[in-house]
């Protein structure tokens, strides 16, 4: 008798050995990885550390890199979310298409392209315009500088000014956001162009340091309609011409960590956080700014 119990016992065993399966998806616990344009660094990570916080089983691994690599992650699986400041372009979307999933992007943040110069230099304003000049005009003298080639930040501003080439020889590419920074800060002769997330919490004494190290040129659509700086109060009235969102991408339908986090960060918390790191948290903007006033398709 007792042979065959423990005969009974180790089929039983075996089994349950055969039969386990992957554990489901929870927003709970798991990790994750994620890619991350690095010019929205600051932000991403004050999100993922108050989630922690709410959620300590799970971990989140960031991968930074420019926004279409991040996009292009997504696509092939080597990530299952990303975090940048466009939305998906029409090639992407196809591929969305041909795979049948649907398109839902979710929008966390107003952020911006903060342009940056040295401390000595005493031009504080700029029309896009002009801008575009020093962008294209192969006679300027004034060094370009950005984090990255292909980065959110260059193309924010390729998009806005409507450029599809610009005179790489004023153009320059840092390794980074801080960079960039120190860039400006040993060349008075150049603009720098950074996210402005990394110097918009004014509590944080590392972005602060930052930003007291150079100085921020105000930006206008046109002398007439003025000049603006990158601070939360222009940003909030949309005054700000070089303004972006932060969105988040995921292809995963699972309640997992990815919708997880997403949730969180666009929750009322998140919200907060988005808010305490001095830029607009998107369910505040006054909505009719967004309303696509375009004739609906009979």
Same mark, same amino acid.
């Given at each position: 008798?007792?042979?065959?119990?423990?005969?009974? *016992?180790?089929?039983?065993? *075996?089994?349950?050995?055969?039969?386990?399966?992957?554990?489901?998806?929870?927003?709970?616990?798991?990790?994750?990885?994620?890619?991350?344009?690095?010019?929205?660094?600051?932000? $991403?990570?004050?999100?993922?550390?108050?989630?922690?916080?709410?959620?300590?089983?799970?971990?989140?691994?960031?991968?930074?890199?420019?926004?279409?690599?991040?996009?292009? +992650?997504?696509?092939?699986?080597?990530?299952?979310?990303?975090?940048?400041?466009?939305?998906?372009?029409?090639?992407?979307?196809?591929?969305?298409?041909?795979?049948?999933?649907?398109?839902?992007?979710?929008?966390?943040?107003?952020?911006?392209?903060?342009?940056?110069?040295?401390?000595?230099?005493?031009?504080?304003?700029?029309?896009?315009?002009?801008?575009?000049?020093?962008?294209?005009?192969?006679?300027?003298?004034?060094?370009?500088?950005?984090?990255?080639?292909?980065?959110?930040?260059?193309?924010? $501003?390729?998009?806005?000014?409507?450029?599809?080439?610009?005179?790489?020889?004023?153009?320059?590419?840092?390794?980074?956001?801080?960079?960039?920074?120190?860039?400006?800060?040993?060349?008075?002769?150049?603009?720098?162009?950074?996210?402005?997330?990394?110097?918009?919490?004014?509590?944080?004494?590392?972005?602060?340091?930052?930003?007291?190290?150079?100085?921020?040129?105000?930006?206008?659509?046109?002398?007439?309609?003025?000049?603006?700086?990158?601070?939360?109060?222009? *940003?909030?009235?949309?005054?700000?011409?070089?303004?972006?969102?932060?969105?988040?991408?995921?292809?995963?339908?699972?309640?997992?960590?990815?919708?997880?986090? $997403?949730?969180?960060?666009?929750?009322?918390?998140?919200?907060?956080?988005?808010?305490? +790191?001095?830029?607009?948290?998107?369910?505040?903007?006054?909505?009719?700014?967004?309303?696509?006033?375009?004739?609906?398709?009979?």
């Amino acid at each position: 008798m007792k042979l065959n119990y423990l005969f009974l *016992l180790s089929i039983l065993s *075996l089994f349950s050995c055969n039969s386990s399966t992957k554990e489901e998806p929870n927003i709970n616990k798991g990790t994750i990885t994620i890619a991350v344009d690095e010019s929205i660094m600051p932000i $991403i990570e004050a999100q993922i550390n108050a989630h922690h916080i709410h959620y300590p089983g799970t971990k989140i691994i960031t991968k930074y890199l420019p926004e279409t690599k991040g996009i292009n +992650m997504l696509l092939d699986d080597s990530v299952t979310m990303a975090c940048t400041t466009r939305e998906f372009n029409e090639s992407e979307l196809g591929e969305l298409q041909r795979r049948g999933i649907k398109y839902l992007p979710a929008r966390m943040a107003l952020d911006a392209v903060a342009l940056v110069q040295n401390k000595e230099n005493k031009d504080t304003t700029i029309t896009l315009d002009e801008l575009k000049i020093l962008l294209t005009d192969k006679r300027s003298k004034t060094k370009l500088v950005f984090d990255r080639s292909n980065s959110s930040n260059l193309n924010v $501003i390729m998009e806005k000014l409507k450029l599809k080439t610009i005179n790489t020889e004023n153009v320059y590419s840092a390794d980074g956001n801080l960079q960039v920074i120190d860039f400006v800060k040993k060349s008075p002769n150049a603009i720098g162009f950074i996210g402005f997330n990394w110097i918009s919490d004014t509590d944080d004494k590392k972005a602060q340091d930052l930003l007291n190290e150079i100085s921020l040129i105000a930006v206008g659509e046109s002398e007439q309609k003025g000049y603006f700086k990158t601070n939360f109060k222009n *940003l909030n009235k949309r005054k700000y011409p070089l303004e972006r969102f932060v969105y988040l991408h995921t292809l995963t339908k699972a309640w997992g960590v990815e919708n997880g986090f $997403i949730r969180f960060a666009c929750s009322k918390t998140g919200q907060l956080v988005t808010e305490k +790191m001095g830029l607009v948290p998107f369910y505040i903007i006054p909505k009719e700014f967004l309303l696509d006033t375009k004739p609906m398709k009979k």
